[in-house]
């Protein structure tokens, strides 16, 4: 164990130095020129019919949008939280956009246009079923243990392009494919459980999404199954003025595990563009689900011009005894983010825990952290949200915690802490601690620094540049989150922790 | 090596001068001992050769090795072959002491346009200086300096410096918060580190640490400028006599 700490600690070191090499402050900024079908501007009933028909979608399916568009269109956008949001015009929005040569589905990804399986390499996802995360397995020679296999589903603006490793998982029953195929493959299931932890109308942004998603991903693990690899998502928006709106569902059946990784990014674009996703997780009885996003949508410029607006939903709903979730965030991108990852926690002894990094420099604001809703007895729950703030961004902590009358027993640790960089820039936290059972715990942490004159100086007296010295104490300062990523998660994060604070200092 | 000229510095906050003239000149191999009463502007002088903010240069020059020291960034310095040991020595939460040293030596390596260190090479240079210092494998996992003991931050220090080589060292007050034993151990990490072509500034109040660090040259600083210099039997003066002799001195010399 010794020696692995060392060489993480190594290779956490690796990490920094390349970061350098990267290159410009946001490196996912190119957008791959690729003819783009899109469906007509704006929002109405023809054009989710028409989602819904590009996707050969069954009836119940496209009856289930139109519920969602008629209640969406009777909802208002929330202004609760602490965010200066532009009035978004949604009838100024495409909703549906896809490469023109992806009109017939791939079958193979031999079949997949090469400029976007460029466009992934660009962003080092590997595509190909021979490829690990072949970066990071190059950049750190000594890190042997890292050579597992991760199956990736890829989405591009509004449709999956590929999902790797698909064999593979079958054999282990494993059902890993977009959510569109799901829908026609398995609508048994999907029926069931769609909706059924986010329904449809639960706020504006999550109604939208419901009329109008276009592709996501699907994961059902049957039961006593431990997922043999970890799965992923890379989304990407490359189309302008196109909103991405997927919709992610994954089951855990009894007993089983999976690790599913996320990972976000869009090219760099004058015009702000709206992202609206929902993530639904069930874990039944004994189950485990441990869901890492790392979000890097482009974030505008220093002057707040462009960026993503991302309005997103994600509920992870513990319906079984003993079941377990485990939502881990690094949330780097978009120039405004709305989300917080939640966990209903039904089922008797069950768990959730939320780990969650958010940083935002220059413009950006962020108004982000957890639900914990405690209905089971004996549940337990844990936050560590570490939130830092650069130039002139506004960074929200806001964090619910509730514990009901028949849940006794039940636990929760909250702590929050905050760091910020310079003086034009915010940190606020919200907590709401709602307990109605006297036998309930529910402790609460928060600390607010800055960082310090005398960290940087010591850095640099021992030779590290004053930007590798913030990022240094930036990564120190939330490695308790970094630690609870996947390992080559945890790496690319810091990259970004890295790359979204430059020009935050001096 | 090192060349002070009529050196003048001011607080930047209040415009007060603290430094108020002071040369000293410095070559390859030499121990020059600082000592003063507090607020003589020892710990300035220092704060300002490792080139932190929050001063002004009213006048003189610093040259090192043949360049302007003053116009050269924090980091330029400490790759130029600067090290300063910190009297308290800072703690940076959450990041672990291999990875901060690994940082800084091949920080300091590319900027001087050197090689990076690979990790199994960088892992056995370490250890042995770790083990040579009694430092344990246990305390090189914790994050830098945090929940460390007075007289570990310190050795923690020197096996920064023996770490990342440098030419020339300030010792700052060093043998604060040290027990005679820490501060033998201190001192012998020096001792072992000295040599020909390296210098060591040692700051320092009391004479003790120049019984184990001994001097060349002892040169007692009152009110922002030198005011005796000599062997090291004047640091055994101000032992017996206190500063109360040299006071008049600084005050004397406008």
């Known amino acids: 164990m010794t020696d692995n700490y060392e060489v993480r600690d190594v290779i956490d070191k690796e990490t920094l130095s390349t970061v350098k090499s990267v290159g410009d402050t946001y490196k996912y900024g190119f957008s791959t020129d690729i003819e783009t079908e899109y469906a007509p501007l704006g929002l ?46 949604f009838q100024d929005q495409y909703y549906y956009a896809r490469p023109a040569n992806m009109k017939e589905k791939p079958k193979s990804l031999d079949e997949v246009d090469p400029k976007l399986l460029e466009t992934y390499s660009k962003l080092g996802i590997p595509l190909t079923e021979q490829k690990k995360l072949a970066g990071v397995i190059e950049e750190n020679p000594e890190d042997k243990s890292e050579n597992r296999k991760v199956a990736v589903d890829a989405v591009f603006d509004s449709v999956s392009v590929g999902t790797t490793f698909k064999e593979e998982l079958k054999s282990a029953g494993v059902i890993f494919c977009s959510i569109s195929e799901a829908i026609k493959e398995y609508p048994d299931l999907v029926k069931k459980y769609l909706g059924s932890v986010v329904p449809i109308s639960d706020n504006f942004f999550a109604c939208l999404n419901a009329a109008v998603f276009s592709d996501g991903s699907f994961v059902y693990i049957p039961k006593g199954v431990r997922c043999p690899m970890e799965l992923s998502t890379y989304f990407r928006i490359n189309a302008e003025n196109t909103g991405q709106f997927e919709r992610t569902l994954i089951i855990a059946d009894d007993n089983s595990y999976v690790s599913y990784l996320e990972g976000c990014t869009a090219p760099q674009r004058d015009e702000s563009q709206l992202h609206a996703a929902v993530v639904e997780l069930v874990i039944l009885d004994e189950a485990e689900i441990k869901y890492s996003t790392v979000q890097n949508w482009f974030p505008g410029d220093e002057n707040g011009v462009g960026g993503i607006y991302n309005f997103v939903t994600k509920r992870a709903d513990c319906r ?7 939502w881990t965030q690094v949330e780097t991108g978009s120039a405004i983010t709305w989300k917080y990852p939640s966990c209903v926690l039904k089922g008797d002894n069950s768990s959730g825990e939320f780990y969650s990094i958010a940083i935002t420099n220059n413009m950006q604001q962020a108004d982000t952290g957890t639900k914990m809703i405690h209905l089971g007895k004996n549940t337990n729950s844990r936050i560590v949200s570490k939130g830092i703030s650069a130039g002139k961004a506004q960074n929200t902590y806001r964090g619910l915690v509730q514990i ?3 849940s006794q027993n039940s636990r929760n640790f909250t702590q929050c802490d905050s760091l910020l960089i310079g003086n034009k820039c915010g940190a606020h936290t919200v907590p709401y601690i709602e307990v109605n059972n006297s036998s309930a715990r529910a402790e609460h942490e928060a600390t607010t620094s800055k960082v310090d004159e005398d960290q940087l100086f010591y850095c640099m007296q021992r030779g590290i540049g ?20 996947p390992m080559e998660f945890a790496m690319e994060a810091q990259k970004l922790v890295a790359i979204s604070l430059e020009g935050s200092v001096g | 090596m090192l060349n002070i000229d009529d050196l003048k510095v001011s607080l930047e906050e209040e415009e007060k001068q603290i430094i108020k003239g002071l ?25 300002v050769l490792a080139g932190k903010d929050g001063y002004i240069i009213d006048s003189g020059t610093v040259n090192f090795d043949g360049s302007d020291l003053l116009e050269a960034e924090v980091e330029e310095r400490a790759a130029l072959g600067i090290f300063m040991a910190f009297q308290y020595p800072i703690e940076i939460p959450g990041v672990g ?24 090479d960088f892992l056995k240079l370490v250890r042995g200086i770790a083990k040579d210092l009694e430092i344990s494998d246990e305390m090189m996992k914790r994050p830098v300096n945090v929940g460390a003991s007075g007289g570990e931050k310190k050795r923690n220090e020197i096996l920064q410096m023996c770490l990342l080589e440098p030419r020339f060292v300030i010792l700052d007050e060093t ?80």
């Open chain 1, 44 to 89: 109405n009933e023809d054009i989710v019919k028409l989602i819904s028909k590009k996707n050969n979608e069954p009836k119940w399916m496209l009856d289930w949008r139109l519920k969602a568009f008629n209640r969406w269109k009777k909802l208002k956008q929330p202004d609760w939280a602490l965010l200066k949001i532009p009035e978004i015009d």
């Open chain 1, 320 to 326: 079984g005894r003993n079941s377990k979730v485990m």
């Open chain 1, 404 to 406: 009901g009358g028949r």
């Open chain 1, 466 to 485: 004053e930007e590798d010295a913030v990022a240094l104490i930036v990564n120190g300062f939330c490695k308790e989150v970094l630690q609870a990523l």
């Open chain 2, 23 to 47: 040369s000293l000149s410095i070559k390859p191999g030499e121990v020059h001992a600082i000592m003063g009463p507090n607020g003589s502007g020892k710990s300035t002088l220092s704060s």
């Open chain 2, 97 to 120: 002491n291999m990875n901060f040293l690994r940082t800084a030596l091949n920080s300091q390596r590319k900027t001087r346009g050197q090689e990076e260190l690979n990790a199994a």
């Open chain 2, 175 to 254: 043998d604060s918060g040290l027990d005679v034993d820490a501060m033998k151990l201190v001192s012998k990490g020096v001792n072992n580190f000295s040599s020909s072509s390296r210098s060591f500034l040692v700051i320092t109040h009391y004479q003790r640490l120049l019984n184990y660090i001994v001097p060349d040259f002892v040169h007692i600083m009152v009110d922002g400028r030198i005011v005796k210099t000599g062997d090291k039997t004047l640091a055994l003066h101000v032992e017996e006599t206190g500063y109360k002799d040299f006071l008049q001195l600084g005050k004397g010399k406008h």
